[in-house]
Structure formats: C-alpha cells, structure tokens
C-alpha cells in the first residue's frame, strides 16, 4: 500500500486546507473580529471602553442621561428620597368616659328611673343609631372625594396643614364634649359642636385613607362593616356583662394612649414595619372591645347604662370606636398590599 492511501499527518494537515480562492475576495477574518477584514472604519479598538455610559463609537452619546431623567416627576438622590412622605398617625385619644356615667347613684347613669320603660329605651337607642348612620354617611361621602378625586388628594397630601389643624379641632371638641355637661346636653349647640367634629373626624380619615389604594380602603371599609354588625349583634345577644369591667378598659385606654405617643415618635424618626404592624393590630382589636363596651352602654340593660339624655355622648363613643377601627385595618391591609 502506497502511503498515499494513508490519512495526513499532523504535520501534513498543519497549512490551509483549501487553496486561497481568487476572484478579489477579502482574506477570512482573524479570530475574535465580528466582521471580515479586520475592524471596520470608526470601530472601536480594544482596550475598550470600561464607564458604563463611556460611549462604544466616535461621536456617540452616552447610554443613558445623568438623572433626572425628562418627564421624571421626582428629582434623583439618595434612597428613599423622592417618594411621597408616609400617612400621617391616626389620633391617638383612648375613648373617655365621664366618671359620672359609671355609678347608679349619679344622674348620668341609668340603672334604674326610666330605663324600665321599654319604649323610653328603645327611643334613646333610635335616636342614637340615627345620629350614627348620619356620622357614618358623612365621613364615607369623604372619604370616598379623598379617594377618587384626584385634585383633592393631592391638595390633601400636599398641604399638612390643614391636617393638623383638624386635629386640634378633634381634640378641643372632644374634651369638651366629653368633660362639659352643659354643652353636650344643651340642644341645638351639642348637635352643632357633634357636627364640627365629625367633619374635624371625617377629614382626618379621608386624609389618611388617600394615602392608600382603593382597594384597601374598600377592603378595609367592608372588614369594618362586618365586625360592628358582629360585635353590635352579640352585645345585644349575650349574657356577658362588659360593663362590669371598668379597670380593664381604664388600663386598656392608658395602654393605647402610651403606645400610640411612643409608636408616632419612634417612626417619625425611623420607620419600623413590625412596630407600625403591631400597634395597628392593637389599636383594631383595643377598639373592638371598646366599641362592645360602648354598646352595652347603650342597651341600659346591663349593671351600668348611659341616661337617655346623654344621646350626643352615646353616638360620639360609639362613631369614634367605628372611625378607630377601620383606621387601623387600613394601616394593616395597605402596608401589606404595597
């Protein structure tokens, strides 16, 4: 067998296996080049540019432009600085009870005179649940402006304020409905004092609640609704006296308005998710049983009872709980949709 017959060597099959082809076309290309013949013209030469808005070619901008970028709405910085500033705190006033309306022997409470009279009570409860549903509207037809209403949301957001100021109005009008006997039971001004501070109310929480997505507020809104037809529901049902615990719901309210100081200044400094979670998933359950406690204020047929005259005190304590409690839910569920 001639060596012909036998496969090349290495050292045969070293050089090009075809012979350089004619007709003017370009050399292959070097390895590492994506192109043929070498870089083209403008191309750029290694080392290559190592900024990652160095630009690649000749002339070229740069891959992307210093911040702020156009139509950007918040200006650039460090992180966390730009985004909308958090809602504000809730109010933080535990309910108050005057000291007269727990003892049978003074005038507000009403464990015995008229309170037999079946037709006595159930008017004082009419009347009470009638002022409620119209503190209710009021502040659901503003909230639901806060919500929807764009313009007024973001004027809202925008003016602090006006915020606060609605506070202080809360606060004086609720001590003094709460510690003076001679407003809160002299019509007309107890129903004019009761109507300035549902609006001062219904601001707070149309405030808040335009922080939040409207699914939460209506996630939010629907929790609450349920849990006071519960709760109103079993007061009127059970043979549990919540009335009788006086020292408990005294401390419960110290306890909340203790927290409630401590939890606004801690992340008014740093925000703490789990502190801001707990102390709304205390406030949600602390309000629900003051509002079980409130209503069996109300229903007279327990130990302690609120006099058919104090109407504008029973609607206050028990819109405050209701006001309370969805305020809470709304920090639990919008913080963990987000």
Same mark, same amino acid.
């Given at each position: 067998m001639s060596k012909s017959d036998y496969p090349p060597g290495y050292e045969d099959s070293s050089g090009p296996m075809y012979a350089p082809q004619g007709g003017g076309y370009p050399p292959p290309p070097a390895y590492g080049f994506p192109s043929y013949g070498?870089?083209?013209?403008?191309?750029?030469?290694?080392?290559?540019? =190592?900024?990652?808005? #160095?630009? $690649?070619?000749?002339?070229?901008?740069?891959a992307y432009p210093s911040a702020p970028y156009p139509g950007q709405p918040h200006p650039a910085g460090p992180q966390g600085a730009g985004y909308p500033s958090p809602p504000p705190m809730p109010p933080i006033i535990p309910p108050t009870i005057p000291s007269g309306v727990m003892s049978s022997d003074e005038e507000f409470a009403a464990s015995d005179g008229n309170w037999d009279d079946l037709s006595v009570r159930h008017a004082f409860i009419r009347k009470v649940y009638v002022i409620l549903a119209c503190q209710l509207l009021l502040t659901?037809?503003?909230?639901?402006?806060? #919500?929807?209403?764009?313009?007024?949301?973001?004027?809202?957001?925008?003016?602090?304020?006006? &915020?606060?100021?609605?506070?202080?109005?809360?606060?004086? $009008?609720?001590?003094?409905?709460?510690c003076c006997k001679g407003p809160r039971r002299k019509f007309p001004w107890n129903i004019i004092l009761l109507l300035l501070f549902t609006l001062a109310l219904s601001y707070m929480t149309g405030t808040i609640s335009s922080y939040y997505d409207t699914k939460a507020v209506f996630l939010a809104l629907g929790i609450t609704?349920?849990?006071?037809?519960?709760? #109103?529901?079993?007061?009127?049902?059970?043979?549990?006296?919540?009335?009788?615990?006086?020292? $408990?719901?005294?401390?419960?309210?110290i306890v909340m308005l203790v927290t409630g100081i401590i939890t606004a200044i801690v992340l008014s400094f740093k925000y703490i998710y789990w502190l801001h979670m707990l102390y709304a998933a205390m406030g949600a359950i602390a309000f629900t049983m003051f509002l079980a406690y409130h209503t069996q204020l109300l229903i007279g047929n327990r130990k &302690?009872?609120?006099?058919?005259?104090? &109407?504008?005190?029973?609607?206050? =304590?028990? &819109?405050v709980d209701i006001v309370q409690i969805f305020l809470f839910l709304l920090q639990i569920i919008g913080a963990s949709s987000r």
């Open positions: 070498g870089p083209q013209p403008g191309q750029a030469y290694p080392p290559y540019p =190592s900024g990652p808005n #160095t630009p $690649l070619y000749p002339g070229q901008p740069a659901t037809a503003i909230v639901a402006i806060f #919500t929807f209403v764009d313009p007024v949301r973001v004027f809202v957001r925008r003016n602090p304020a006006v &915020y606060w100021a609605s506070y202080a109005v809360y606060v004086v $009008l609720h001590l003094v409905l709460v609704a349920v849990v006071c037809i519960a709760v #109103t529901i079993f007061c009127f049902q059970t043979k549990v006296d919540f009335t009788k615990c006086r020292g $408990l719901f005294c401390v419960l309210s &302690y009872s609120i006099s058919p005259e104090e &109407y504008v005190f029973a609607a206050l =304590s028990i &819109y």
